[in-house]
């Protein structure tokens, strides 16, 4: 069995344990809301969450299709762009799949012994994160394009063009 084919056929296992650990990254009293409301409008952060791990890991067992994983990464980097994270926490939940690959199926990747199909799969991983950090600038860019420009309207609005008060 290839390693492709080993995660292939764990990766609904793989997956439940990717978003257990990135509940984990919220506030506690978060952690429970996120893990058991599914509707997407009632909980549009856990709906996202799993949208975009779904897509990710997807095209992770796939052919990396450089659309699809920017818009797995972008369902979730959008939300956690604005959240109370720092930009290192907002794009750990990436090396975190390498945890919730290493948990379930660990043991079946030493017996296979794919060292080089290992590397290979970290490496794919570690340019998932860099291309999340891609992602969380410019969704961190188009946020603070928005404050400036509505800060600019708010001073138009209530302070006045500074030209005109001479007059």
Same mark, same amino acid.
């Given at each position: 069995?290839?390693?492709?084919?080993?995660?292939?056929?764990?990766?609904?296992?793989?997956?439940?344990?990717?978003?257990?650990?990135?509940?984990?990254?919220?506030?506690?009293?978060a952690t429970g809301f996120l893990r058991n409301k599914k509707n997407p409008f009632g909980n549009?952060?856990?709906?996202?969450?799993?949208?975009?791990?779904?897509?990710?890991?997807?095209?992770?067992?796939?052919?990396?299709?450089?659309?699809?994983?920017?818009?797995?990464?972008?369902?979730?980097?959008?939300?956690?762009? @604005?959240?109370?994270?720092?930009? /290192?926490? #907002?794009?750990?939940?990436?090396? !975190?799949?390498?945890?919730?690959?290493? +948990?379930k199926i660990g043991a079946e990747l030493a017996a296979l012994d794919a060292r080089d199909g290992?590397?290979?799969?970290?490496?794919?991983?570690?340019?998932?994160?860099?291309?999340?950090?891609?992602?969380?600038?410019?969704?961190?860019?188009? @946020?603070?394009?928005?404050?400036? /420009?509505? #800060?600019?309207?708010?001073?138009? !609005?209530?302070?006045?063009?500074?030209? +005109?008060?001479?007059?």
């Amino acid at each position: 069995m290839s390693l492709n084919e080993l995660l292939i056929n764990h990766k609904d296992t793989i997956h439940k344990r990717w978003l257990e650990l990135i509940f984990d990254t919220y506030p506690p009293d978060a952690t429970g809301f996120l893990r058991n409301k599914k509707n997407p409008f009632g909980n549009p952060v856990g709906a996202a969450l799993r949208d975009g791990t779904t897509i990710i890991l997807d095209e992770l067992c796939g052919d990396m299709n450089g659309e699809q994983v920017s818009l797995g990464l972008d369902r979730i980097i959008r939300i956690r762009a @604005v959240q109370e994270f720092h930009p /290192s926490q #907002a794009v750990a939940f990436v090396f !975190l799949l390498k945890n919730a690959i290493a +948990d379930k199926i660990g043991a079946e990747l030493a017996a296979l012994d794919a060292r080089d199909g290992l590397f290979d799969l970290w490496a794919k991983i570690d340019r998932l994160a860099l291309a999340a950090f891609d992602v969380h600038m410019e969704c961190r860019e188009t @946020v603070n394009r928005i404050r400036l /420009s509505e #800060a600019r309207k708010r001073m138009e !609005l209530y302070g006045g063009n500074k030209s +005109d008060n001479k007059r």
